[in-house]
């Protein structure tokens, strides 16, 4: 089976780059970085999000969460998880910062 996609996903950028809060959606255990957000009539309620938080930057972040599978297991341990998503925002930021002219 293959895997499903892993790391920081940008959703909306924002568009005031001084404003004070992320969104940031993480899906659960067996979760998917977009399927989770997904209703079964194709309707992704986090894209639809950004028209009423203009100006808040979105991401989804997937990581290996299969615990079911017979084939591959998640070997990953919690803590893992939120280095992985600590550093991806961290990189994102930085990224964000240099692309916009602010300082790190």
């Known amino acids: 089976a293959a895997t499903a996609p892993q790391g920081l996903?940008?959703?909306?950028?924002?568009?005031?780059?001084?404003?004070?809060?992320?969104?940031?959606?993480?899906?659960g255990l067996n979760g998917h970085r977009e399927?989770?957000?997904?209703?079964?009539?194709?309707?992704?309620w986090l894209r639809d999000l950004p028209q009423d938080l203009p100006n808040a930057p979105m991401y989804t972040w997937g990581y290996d969460?299969?615990?079911h599978s017979r084939s591959r297991v998640s070997c990953q341990y919690l803590y893992g998880h939120a280095r992985f998503l600590v550093s991806d925002l961290c990189l994102e930021r930085q990224i964000t910062e240099v692309r916009d002219g602010q300082s790190a």
């Open 9 to 27: 996903h940008v959703v909306a950028k924002g568009i005031d780059p001084a404003v004070e809060y992320v969104i940031v959606a993480v899906h």
């Open 35 to 44: 399927k989770t957000w997904t209703a079964s009539n194709g309707v992704n």
């Open 65 to 67: 969460a299969d615990t």
